[in-house]
């Protein structure tokens, strides 16, 4: 049938078409079902769902409204002619419902489903059905590895030419705990000291719950957004990166069905391997380490959980072909004394710099999975590489590491003079003498989150004291930064209803 | 924080904003969260998902666009100044999460899901979680009649002055079967005759997956669509209607869960009971008749299933306080002759006319039902409501009252004239002697509305012979009628790819 496009200007954020109910009503179609779409005497076509405008419209029986991906995708001019068909519903629908009823699904099946979510076949309402389904009936070690594999075959890849990429990941919830950007310096340290053929391309996210995430960090310093080549460059000058994943197209899928779990704040499991998984096999890497913290506040909540995830890390990597090695280390409390972006990088800063006041904890656990790295990919004996690591950190070719990789990024670390943390500042203090037995990762990110953390780069939190250290009555426990007085209210008040220090 | 709103005529179906990535970024927000919009000054308020531009994008940092649900629902000028500030996540997004987590939820919790989905805080996926949450964990009886009554109170409620208010439901998938305008002449005629202060308030629907709904039937010969006044008049004259009950907003949730299901074409039980009986209550039933037709290609698939749906409306009926009577019919072919909108008028008007060729198996199935109402209701001996019946049919008092009714609809049986049978024909014959074993609902359907049925009115088919009936070679089996050659030969083709009737 053929339409007018009537030029509306819409932008949905997807590929949608609107059609006068006249029209849809003799096409027999309903709202949400979908309609082939080409621009007329052309051949390029494009599938879209439909919405439907009835009663007092301003649309026409003869015209269709175009979302500005579909005007854009096939180069129509505001007044063009377009050809629409009803379209079959695309298969990957079976295959969610075959999920939803609780059969397995084959890799052809879930490449189909994967394959349409990146291509914007499906509806965000057809993407909750698919994560319900795998929510609600799991997937099992096969159906996850196929998961991942199609996420990385649907997305961009890392091409590299080293013998050895290695990566790391941390599942956390752990506020502070800002070892990515030591670990990478420390590693790439070494590559370059050991003269290997590897490199450790880490991208990393933004904040999603927590008050920053390591791209946030970064970003305080250096430039994290870059296009594929850029990042090769980077990458062949400095053995390493330390850059935002989200703009490079790495296993798309995954940002898409993220962001329909958010409605419920779901995350099933095997959507939490897969996701990761995927996005290291798209840099290409041979070795990656995966570093479980689990606390009641982590996003793992005890010893017993993590050792579960730990095992079908190990066996989905090996049907994946990747080497894996997964430790579990503590996650009851925040790590160094910054929340925050600024805040983390300074910590970061006093580590690598080796400055008097540098955080113990977050250097020591840097160590730790620097070290457990360089004896996994070289097959080293442990004390041997945490030698290495600490004399790399000691004589400070960490810190050049860094700051070659930051300069790298179109960055400096002059900037950390220049960018203030936020002038609004609240000292909360213990009400009696004690011992801190609590911090709550939980509680600091959301009063982080409030005093404006991660948007607004100098709010945050200091945190004087961790468990098991003493405390007088009025000495401070922790600092507010903010760059509002609003804001700093906000955050005060949340830390009076919520007491993240639990003082005993 | 304050916006300019940029004009962008934009028209989704339901409330969404856009949001320059900035904004969304300063605010924490992702594309999906909810913000609180209010003209600036004044106080109405409406809550609407996030869309979120970035990139070359076609609104500044200081804009917003709306769609015209939100712009109407504020009586916002084109370039107005809105207040936006982040909402709170609607409490139901954690019921429907709890159900998911296959908890029982409770009347506040149901009601809170249902109001949220009829005043458009939920988004189609939000609404999918819930439809995956039910189909997968299924509703125990108190959860669906809490349903039931959340959807009837969230809507509007047709109020008449009767003691007894007569319903009911067929549940089919069987082409054809166009009893309810006659059962409703029957009762309406015993009605008027028993002098009882009664009314049968008929509302049905259009089409979904079937070859025509009651709605688009009764629509060949008089309007359909009336307001709540309109319909009270009609009832008033006639103690009866036939209408769509598509623009009456009874339980509107229904329209919109089922909008979600059809996605996947799911049918979560719970759901299905839900709907009709809340409907029902809509109009202020008290007594219904509910025909469960089993068969191969009906909904139900057999007797077993069958008794078992029984059960549950009359254990969710009792819980509603609602007189209701279940009676489960065959349904494992068409019935009557006609299968598309006039074609099936035509059928119910040779009965109600008594005529010769009147289809025999759409009679008794009818007076059979009416039948059952009759002595249901007024708990009368089964053959005592028979001899009633069937005299209301035979002394032609059931036509005076179907005509009546299509009066006060603003129609006329003489339209039945001047409507035309599809002038495209095609006879589709035996290709061997034996006796009809099969005819499938399914198929017929997908011909019939491959043919243009229900939107074209004349289009369909038409059934010369029933399981049981002996045919010889080259005999009709059925023709097909169509308002276009092309539709003739998409149905022509599909008949003889799927051979929808068998001979044996």
Not at 104 to 112: A, P, Q
Not at 125 to 150: C, H, I, K, R, W
Not at 171 to 186: A, D, H, K, Q
Request: glycine share 6%.
């Amino acid at each position: 049938m053929l339409l007018k496009v009537k030029p509306l200007h819409l932008l949905a954020g997807r590929p949608i078409a609107i059609l006068h109910e006249e029209t849809a009503h003799y096409l027999n179609l309903h709202a949400g079902e979908r309609i082939r779409i080409k621009s007329y005497g052309k051949r390029k076509e494009i599938v879209a769902p439909i919405d439907i405008t009835g009663g007092r419209t301003i649309l026409s029986h003869d015209e269709i409204a175009l979302s500005q991906e579909i005007t854009k995708e096939l180069h129509l001019k505001s007044k063009g002619i377009v050809d629409i068909t009803p379209a079959l519903r695309p298969l990957s629908l079976s295959y969610i419902h075959k999920k939803l009823d609780n059969h397995k699904l084959t890799f052809t099946e879930i490449y189909s489903i994967i394959s349409d979510i990146v291509n914007n076949e499906l509806t965000e309402a057809e993407v909750a059905f698919f994560v319900a389904s795998t929510y609600l009936n799991g997937m099992d070690l096969e159906e996850t590895a196929a998961m991942t594999q199609a996420m990385v075959k649907t997305g961009h890849q890392l091409k590299l030419n080293k013998q050895m990429i290695i990566d790391k990941h941390g599942i956390g919830g752990i506020e502070g705990n800002r070892t990515t950007p030591i670990v990478v310096s420390l590693i790439a340290a070494a590559i370059d000291q050991l003269k290997l053929n590897a490199a450790m391309p880490k991208t990393s996210s933004r904040a999603i719950t927590s008050a920053a995430g390591t791209a946030d960090v970064i970003e305080t310093v250096a430039r994290v957004e870059f296009s594929m080549p850029e990042l090769q460059g980077i990458i062949n000058k400095t053995n390493a990166c330390l850059v935002w994943g989200g703009s490079l197209g790495l296993a798309p899928a995954d940002d898409k069905i993220i962001q329909v779990e958010r409605i419920l704040a779901l995350d099933p499991e095997a959507q939490l391997i897969a996701s990761i998984l995927s996005k290291k096999l798209s840099v290409g890497a041979t070795h990656v380490l995966i570093d479980i913290s689990y606390g009641k506040d982590a996003k793992v909540k005890d010893r017993g959980e993590a050792e579960k995830l730990k095992d079908k890390f190990e066996k989905i990597a090996a049907k994946l072909g990747l080497n894996i090695k997964v430790v579990l280390t503590d996650g009851s409390q925040p790590i160094g004394n910054g929340i925050g972006p600024l805040l983390e990088m300074r910590d970061v800063f006093l580590v690598l710099k080796q400055e008097q006041n540098k955080p113990l904890d977050l250097e020591q656990r840097s160590v730790f999975l620097a070290t457990e790295i360089l004896s996994f990919v070289l097959n080293m004996k442990r004390e041997e590489a945490e030698t290495i690591i600490r004399g790399i950190l000691l004589s400070g070719q960490a810190f050049k590491k860094f700051e070659q990789i930051i300069e790298a990024q179109h960055g400096s670390l002059g900037f950390l003079d220049k960018i203030k943390l936020g002038r609004f500042r609240y000292d909360f203090k213990a009400n009696r003498h004690g011992t801190i037995a609590e911090i709550s990762n939980r509680k600091m990110s959301h009063i982080a989150r409030m005093a404006g953390s991660p948007a607004d780069k100098g709010a945050g939190i200091f945190l004087y004291k961790h468990v098991g250290q003493q405390v007088k009555k009025n000495e401070k426990l922790f600092t507010i930064f903010a760059e509002t007085r609003d804001k700093l209210n906000y955050a005060i008040r949340l830390s009076q209803r919520t007491w993240p220090v639990l003082v005993k």
